[in-house]
């Protein structure tokens, strides 16, 4: 690791492990629950666990933490793959905790010898009853006392199918008065007569996670288990299943805060309900914080792992300015972005006085970039402009066109407005212009100053193409998220008009189109139809507000 760079605090522990000797290779995970695609939050988690093992050159699996199989689904699994590879990061292996269900039944029927275990035939509801609360101890459970043998002999049945779901569980042996509720002798296991996606029918048992977890950690040899603030209290417990079922080495949990953002919608749970309710297109809908929905908005990986080094890790809950990630972003795509010219809501202008077919123009790629350069754009008699940059009687201040006034094409010629052509209902048709020949580039001149200068295409060889804008899901405010959603986060522009050099961008491809913003080509642009996803817009209102 760097000597200059600032550590966080798992680097801090993960260090003081190596130079005491504790730990040898660092081995971390990441364990997601296959229930849903992966959203921002979990990029977080992705750059620590794999991020702290290349700083420290160890390694980090992949691990589906697949032992609820209710919810969990194969699209699911691939997709996480794919948007884990996507993000920059390769799992030293794909691993399933359900592919440990034998070694945690072993454990669990070594606790059970041990006089650590047992099976209880109370049902959930009185189970919850007998727990106690916060500030009264729980009472015993009646089965708490049944001997080991019959422990074991009760646990073959359930796992041979004998009882039906909630006639029985098992539980730890712990402590009733325990403080911390989660010690109270908290359920191991319990019957699911369900399949599983991956072992099928073979059980009809299914541990719990502060039993699963900690037994997958161990058995990967994890050093490092990082997970989110919610288990610090879960950690008595992972602690208790790693010693008394004998983990050696043992492998030790430590908590960070989870990513909030600010109008961002991070629970699996909910982002589900928007697909199911068809609120969005799919979990890859734009607007979805998802993994795979920042993609096909035309997110990258880099400003991704940029933004989640930035926020830092920290011991305690915050929500962070979804402003910052478009910051971010916008300082990426503002290096690779080829520059583009669009025009999303097209007003025509004649130049009356231009004479000849045409010629092209010269435009940048990309500023100050050596091995973008120049491309051709053509320029003739009609071309089009924003629909917005011209006032038919506009303020002092607007310094776009307007009759009698002059703006710059960019890269091409001063152009003043000399007439307004109107359709019947009055909205205006088209304009007449004219055009200083002597005022593009090398020309007599060039210099002269005009206070706009416009984006614009030429209308000859523009292509249409439908442009898709995108906002926030949630409102800005805060409460139930039903009553936040944003019935204006998508905006189609189905006449949009790009330069011919547009033509030929590909799904994913990602452009600044002048004056309005990044796009990207969406994944079901086509050359016949051509879609781009709004990215982000230029006006960095996070970087203002923090002198960034
Ligand atoms: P959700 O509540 O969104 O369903 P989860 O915690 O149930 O998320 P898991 O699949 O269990 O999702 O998460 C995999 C890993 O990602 C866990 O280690 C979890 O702590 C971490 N993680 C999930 N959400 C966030 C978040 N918002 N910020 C940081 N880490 C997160
Ligand atoms: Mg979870």
Request: overall charge negative; glycine content about 6%; hydrophobic content about 35%.
């Amino acid at each position: 690791m760097s000597e200059n760079k600032a550590r966080n605090f798992i680097e801090e522990i993960v260090e003081h492990d190596i130079e005491s000797g504790l730990v040898k290779n660092v081995i971390t995970r990441f364990p997601p629950e296959p229930n849903g695609y992966l959203h921002i939050g979990h990029a977080k988690s992705i750059c620590l666990n794999f991020g702290t093992a290349l700083n420290y050159g160890g390694k980090c699996n992949l691990r589906y933490d697949d032992t609820n199989p209710v919810k969990e689904d194969e699209e699911y699994i691939r997709s996480i793959e794919r948007d884990v590879r996507w993000l920059g990061f390769e799992p030293a292996a794909v691993l399933y905790g359900s592919d440990y269900f034998e070694y945690m039944f072993e454990c669990a029927l070594k606790l059970i010898d041990k006089g650590l275990a047992y099976v209880c035939d109370l049902s959930a509801d009185e189970i919850r009853e007998y727990r106690g609360t916060l500030t009264e101890p729980g009472k015993d459970s009646p089965y708490r006392n049944r001997s080991a043998e019959e422990n074991r002999r009760l646990f073959l049945e359930m796992r041979d199918g004998i009882y039906s779901d909630g006639e029985k569980v098992l539980r730890a042996k712990i402590d009733m008065a325990s403080p911390n509720l989660n010690m109270r002798d908290p359920v191991l296991y319990r019957i699911l007569h369900a399949p599983h996606h991956r072992t099928g029918g073979k059980w009809c048992i299914y541990p719990m996670y502060d039993f699963a977890h900690p037994l997958e950690d161990a058995y990967e040899k994890v050093t490092h288990s990082i997970c989110t603030l919610e288990f610090e209290d879960h950690r008595p417990l992972y602690d208790w299943v790693v010693q008394n079922c004998g983990c050696d080495p043992a492998p030790r949990q430590y908590e960070f805060a989870r990513l909030n953002l600010t109008r961002t919608i991070m629970s699996k749970r909910y982002l589900k309900k928007l697909v199911d309710e068809k609120f969005v297109s799919g979990w890859d809908d734009p607007r979805m914080p998802t993994i795979s929905g920042l993609r096909r908005r035309g997110y990258t990986p880099e400003a991704i792992r940029d933004f989640c080094e930035r926020i830092g890790v920290a011991k305690s809950n915050s929500e962070v300015d979804a402003g910052l990630l478009e910051h971010c972003l916008r300082e990426h795509l503002g290096q690779i972005a080829p520059r583009r010219m669009a025009v999303l809501d097209p007003l025509k202008v004649i130049i009356d006085n231009y004479e000849g077919d045409g010629e092209t123009v010269l435009s940048e790629n990309l500023p100050k970039s050596e091995t973008a350069g120049m491309r051709n754009m053509s320029f003739s008699r009609e071309i089009y402009i924003e629909r917005s940059d011209f006032m038919e009687d506009p303020p002092a201040k607007f310094f776009r066109l307007a009759p009698g006034r002059e703006v710059r094409l960019k890269d091409a010629y001063i152009i003043q407005c000399e007439a307004v052509e109107k359709n019947p209902d009055g909205t205006v048709a088209a304009l007449h212009c004219t055009y200083d020949p002597d005022s593009k580039t090398g020309g007599a001149t060039a210099g002269r100053k005009v206070k706009g200068t416009l984006h614009w295409v030429d209308a000859k060889t523009a292509v249409p193409c439908e442009i898709r804008l995108y906002d926030f899901l949630l409102n800005e405010g805060e409460g139930d998220f039903s009553a936040r959603l944003n019935e204006q986060s998508l905006k189609i522009l189905p006449n949009a008009l790009i330069e011919a050099a547009g033509a030929s961008a590909k799904p994913g491809d990602r452009f600044q189109f002048l004056r309005q913003g990044y796009f990207c080509a969406d994944t079901d642009s086509t050359p016949e139809k051509l879609i781009f996803n709004l990215i982000v817009n230029l006006k960095d209102s996070y970087a203002k507000a923090n002198n960034d």
